[in-house]
Every structure is written in C-alpha cells, then in structure tokens.
C-alpha cells in the first residue's frame, strides 16, 4: 500500500554529444582570430570553442559541421548548439542552425548492492562479455536498442546509448539480470 | 555426307579425293582445285559440365601461403608453452576457421599473427591450461591492446563460450617464471614452487574476499602475492628486509609498479586478521604481520567472521556513545533517504521508481546493515551526510573508500527547453572586440618571429 518498498535508483546523465550543421563555410582562422575561449587545432582542421553557460564544448569543422559535447541533458544541448550557432552569426557567417541531432548519451548509475561479474557473465552469456585483464568492468550489449551497460563489481554502472530514453530502457532491462547476481555487501 | 559424291560442280570432274586441312576433313576436286564437302571444325557444345575457365587454366589449386604460415606459427607458439597436442589441434582449426571468415582475411599480416596468438590463447582456456593475456601478447611482442581487441572479435565471430578468466587458475603457470628454486639462489633464499604456489593462491583467494582482486589488472597482484608468500615461508630478517625491487631482480621477472600497491594494500587486510589472532599479544603491525601469516591463512574464514563482528560491535558502541540517531531501523533510513531524494539538490538526476522490495534488505549473512540506503544518495550530493558504504564497512574496494570527487551540479539548468531566446548580450561574451582581435593577432605575429630567431 505505502511506498516504501519503492526504491529511486538515480540515473545521473554525464555526458550528452550532439551534432548539428550550419549549412556555410567557416572560415577556422576568423573564428580563431574573433572568438574568445576558442582554440584552434590547425593540425586536426578544426576549432574548439568552449561555452560557459551550458558547460559544452565544441568541435567545429570548416565544412559547417560541428560536434557539441558536454551538455548534462538533451535540451542543455541543443540551446547550446543554438548559442553557438547564434555565436558564429554574430562573428559574420550566415548561419542557419540544422540537423541537429542527440548522438550519445552517458550516464551512470549506482546500485545499492555489488555485483558478482563472472556469475553475471556466465548468466548472460553471449551478450555480456568479461576479460579481467582488459577492463574491470563486464560489458552488456542490447543490440536491439543500442546501447552498452558496463557493469562494475562495485554496483556502479555506466550506460551510453543513443538518447535518454534508450538509456533509461537500458537500466530498465539489466536491472534484473544485476539484481540475480548480486553479492551481500559484507566483506 | 556420303563418300560417293563424284562430280565436282565447278568443272565436272570426277576426280575427288580426301584432303584434311589440318583436323577438317575436306574432299577436294584434283583438277580444278575446288573444294567439294567439308567436315565440321569443331563439335557442338553438348553442354555436359560447366568448367569455368578459370579452372580449366588453373595448375593444381595451393592453399594460400600465408595460411600455411599462420598455421606453422600456431605449432610455434604452441610449443613454446609446452602445451598438449589437442590445444595444438584445436588451434590450428580455430585458426583456419577464423582467417578464412571476412573480418580476417584481408588484415595485415601482423593482425594475422596476432590472431594466431589468441587462437591459442582461447584453446588453452577452453581446454584447462590457462595463459594470460599478457604472456600471449609478450610472445607475440604486441600491444595488449591489439590482442584484446583481436581476441573479443574472434570469440564474438566463432561463437565460442570461453570460461572467464580466473586468476587462482593462472597461479600455477604464473609462479613458474620464477626462478627462485635452489638451483638459482642460494639456499636460505630459495623456495620450492609447490609450496610458494600454495600459499600465493590462499593469499589470492584471501584478497578476492576482501575487495582487492575484483577490477584490477592480475598480473600484479600474482606478483605481489608470491613476494608475500615468499617472505612469509621464512619471515627472516633478511627476507623481510629485501624489497620487491630486488626481488624481482633476484627471480629475473620484470617488476610492475602496481605491485606494490597491492603489497600495501593486502598487508594492511593481513593486519586487520592479525589482530584477531587470541594467542598474539603484541600490536600488528604491516613490519611484523609476516610471521603471522601462516596463522592467518589456516584460520582465515574464522578470524574474518571474527574481524567483522568486532567492527560491528565497534560501530554500535560509537553510535551509541555520541548517542545521535544516526542508526535507524531499516525501514526508517529508507524513508529518510526516499524525503531526501525528493527535495534533494541533485538536479540533473534522473528519477527512475523502481519496485525492489526485497533489494532493500540485503541477503543473509550481512554482518553489515547499515550499507542499503546510502547506495542511492551517494551518487547524487555531494554533501552526503553520512559516509559512503565503503568508510563503514571493514573491507570495501579502494574506490569506494577514496571515491573521486563528482562536480557539483548547477541547479538552474532543470528548466531548460532547448528553444529558450538567446540573448544578445551574453552571445557578446563570446567574441572578442576588434581592438582585442588585432592586439591578439600582433602577439601571435611577435611570438611567432620570436620563437623563428
């Protein structure tokens, strides 16, 4: 009847990355030259450029198109993208904000118990796949959605996926599968 | 076409004879030259079989060659790791399955070499010999990272359900590189690898207990438990006193640097039993914890119990001493932690309802309960209130007790919609003015002409 049975496991969302295009030629060294916060890469032919109020930071190619990464939400991204955009008019290029699309999103999460990995990894295989000696965490992989859970022994996992809502599916689906695995928090 | 015909029609002559032009068969009138009848050139195709031409030009097919070497190299490989005939022949089969799928065949001749080391490297597992990856990768003399990546595709492409690597298992092998028999040091120094092999897995076992093994690398931690058990088979002082530098000099393998962390970190788990021992009088400390040694591994699952109810009652007592009510029931704490997380200023976290009923209370034998709620409100603030699980309980992974610090998130950013007004005015803050613009490009100019002198 109460909830108190209920648990929020939080998802914390680090890391959003987008991509978007301008649909003009950038000249990289007027940016260089005119915007602050701004670094110029000549060797990889792009410039970074650095925004604070979503805390995002910005690869741009002189082809019009531009990776924002950073963001803490889909939204976050994409009025940073449109600052940026916004930015790049104001230094004289005729800009048209497009295409913009979420490519990657990050986020952990924590479970309140740890994890048993090669009893997880023996339960789900082939889609989990653990090598101690490469990595310490166990990796999940839903091919159907896209995304890949790593699963830490401490509880802790991290999902990336290609937009919120697949992550939060993600957590969704391999909490079970954890929670079979699970190791009493004694030791 | 019957032979009698005996007029030629161009001048009447009955004169004919047979005259094959090369394998035609003609018959040709003598007098005037003219020729009568001919054969067919060639036959009709009849359409039996279909020969490509590409076959009916090859010599003999060869299998490719560098297959054929691949495969040798597998045998190399093979035998320097003494292994048996059928890890032999199973790698060679994983071999040629694998370099003749798509994903292989047209890699580099180093990949390929590389493939070869891990075909071996997935039969050994299979079959009960297990190598690490590292061994493979120095034989090979590639970058571990290579031969990773190339394993996972290999098993991912063949299907093939390997047993997980355990480093128990590895012991053995592992313990072999040493060389520290008595044909190699002098006799106070040296040590049989049965007895070295034993007492290193027990210490491997006693540290996967204790959160040390789980998510580090193995290698160091096969190094720093044979330095350990090495030391504590004969506790002398001029054991104790030699350092794993020197150690590893003395048994000719490479020294790891993270062995020494584990060194640290497992002696301090060995004094945390040590302490338990009833018969020890005297404080334990990581300088003279090694004689203890042997005691603590015979009776490590007793002395564990007992370490962990003691750090219970400890943690009772000084609950009950400062007399705060920072041990609530269970039910209580989750609720306090649920009202927590709803007004927390944990902004950007996500909430997701789940139903766990029974993940709440953690299964049997948790010597332990006050760990459950803090799992959900150590992720979010960063001020928790109370420490994380790791400063509570008696073992806890290093990560835990020492856990990175999380940027602190900004709570305006919850009303963002993506399509709010931008201003100009903080669009501005982002270009510089035309006079910043030419100071710039002149200082990049100076730097530039004096960086060339």
Known sequence: MDSSNDEALDII????????????HLNLRTIA?????????????KVLMKLRKPKITASIWSSGKIICTGATSEDDAKLGARRLARVLQKLGFRVRFSAFKVVNVLAVCSMPFSIALIDFT???????????????????RIKHIKATVQVFSTGSITVTGPNVQTVATAVEQVYPLLFECRKPLRK | MSASVTRCPGCGSSNIVDDDLYCQ????????GSVVSEGVLTDDWTGDTEISYSRTTAVARKPCLN????????????RILRVNNEI??????????????????????QKKEVLAGCCVLVSCRLLNWPVTMGTISCLLDADPVVVGAVYQEMIKILNIKAPVFIINDVMEAHSQEYKISSLHVPEELAENSRDLTKRAVALVELAADTWIVTGRHPTPIMMASIYLSWQSLKPNKHRLKLTLDKFCQMAKVNKLKPAMKRIAEMKEVLCKLGREIPWVREAVTPDNVMQ?????????????????????????????????????????????????????????????????????RP?????????????????????????????????????????????????????????????????????????????????????????KT
Not at chain 2, 70 to 76: D, M, P
Request: glycine share 4%; proline share 6%.
């Open chain 1, 122 to 140: 023996v339960n789900n295989r082939p889609i989990a796949s653990y090598e101690p000696e490469l990595h310490p965490a166990a990796t999940y």
């Open chain 2, 363 to 451: 299964r049997d034998g948790n010597d332990d309960p006050h760990t459950e709620p803090e799992g959900n409100t150590g992720g979010g603030e960063s001020q928790a209130p109370a420490p994380n699980w790791g400063k509570r309980v008696l073992f806890a992974p290093p990560c835990v007790v020492h856990p990175k610090r999380r940027r602190v998130e900004r709570p305006e950013c919850k009303d963002v919609t993506g399509d709010e007004d931008i201003s100009d005015s903080e669009i501005d803050s982002y270009i510089r003015t035309p006079r910043e613009a030419r100071e710039f490009a002149q200082t990049q100019k100076m730097l530039s002409e004096s960086e």
């Open chain 1, 13 to 24: 969302i680090t890391n959003v990355v987008a991509t978007f295009r301008v649909r003009c």
């Open chain 2, 25 to 32: 068969a003609q018959r040709v009138c003598v007098d005037c």
């Open chain 1, 33 to 45: 030259l005119e915007g602050n916060n701004v670094i110029y890469k000549p060797d990889c032919g």
């Open chain 2, 292 to 360: 203890q040694v042997e005691d603590i591994l015979n009776y490590r699952f007793a002395l564990l119990r007992r370490a962990l109810r003691t750090h219970e009652e400890t943690l009772q007592a000084e609950s009950e001493a400062s007399g705060e009510d920072s041990l609530p029931e269970e039910a209580a704490s989750s609720q306090v932690a649920e009202h927590g997380e709803q007004n927390s200023n944990a902004p950007t976290a996500e909430e997701y309802e789940l139903n766990a009923e029974s993940a709440q």
């Open chain 2, 67 to 78: 297959l054929i070497k691949g495969l040798q190299r597998v045998k190399a490989i093979c």
């Open chain 2, 88 to 109: 032999e022949n199973h790698s060679q089969a994983y071999y040629t399955q694998a370099y003749q799928h798509d994903a292989f065949i047209r890699v580099s001749l």
